[in-house]
């Protein structure tokens, strides 16, 4: 078994993934995981042509990118320990896995030092810790948040951070327009806007002790988009979210109220 599962998914970045993927399939003691993730160019043939010693997991039927979801699925296909999940525009060094095999311990998860905003996503977790914090939050649309709703899981469960450093991955340069070519609201910084509020929103009715199921996450995911899409919810947003007590008839509504500020 090998020590590490490098996950990394792709929808439309083939050409990023022609660079990157070689230092991956380079790492000793590594298995390499490819989410074709409904990828336009065919990334997962190209992968299997090209790469056959990869693990290719292809998702069909997805015109929006869900990264959560992509590298969910990677990670199901993923057998090491450890995890390592790293965009397709980031590359890494050949010294990579001996560079942070001592610092792989049990209850520790590592992000690069410094955390440069393009490389938000990269984190290298135990499988068993990922696994308890039930993965990714598919119910993230739209690009951002989703990396920093695990880590602030996984620190709620009483795991660490720790850092390596950053000299270990060279990203390539892309722009916004590409960012959010797959998504359904193609502006990332409107994408940000809403996936932190939602994570903010998540930790809130998390303190109130609100059991938040998909279901009921969908539900308030969907309230905070169409607020934000709406002209009122330029300025102002109110969550409510409603349920029924173990005993007695009366109906429990929570209401959160968020103002958004212009920079």
Known sequence: MPLISAITTCKGRLAHLKTTLPSLMALPDCEVVVVDYDCPQGAGDWVQSTFPAAKVVRVQD????????????????????WLFLVDADVAVAPTFVAAITPLLRPGVFL?????????CGTLVVASSDLA???????VFQGW???????VRRLEQTGRQADTFPVQLLRTIPHTDELRG??????????????????????????????????????A????????F?????????????????????????????????GP
Request: hydrophobic share 35%; net charge positive.
């Open 181 to 218: 070519r797959y998504h359904a609201i193609s502006n990332p910084r409107d994408n940000v806007v809403i996936n932190s509020l939602y994570r903010r929103v998540k930790a809130d009715l998390g303190t109130l002790g609100v059991d938040l199921t998909e279901e009921r996450r969908r």
């Open 229 to 261: 899409l709406s002209p009122e919810g330029l300025t102002g947003i109110e969550v409510a979210f409603s349920e029924q007590p173990m005993a007695g008839s009366r109906v429990l509504t929570t209401s959160l109220r968020y103002r958004l500020r």
């Open 132 to 138: 308890g914090i039930g993965g990714y939050d598919e």
């Open 144 to 150: 951002g948040a989703e990396d920093f709703d695990a």
């Open 220 to 227: 308030v995911y969907a309230q905070i988009r169409q607020a």
């Open 62 to 81: 997805r015109p929006h990118f869900n990264l959560a979801e992509a590298r969910n699925r990677g990670v199901a296909a993923a057998t090491a320990p």
């Open 111 to 119: 992000q690069p030092k410094p955390l440069l905003h393009e490389l």
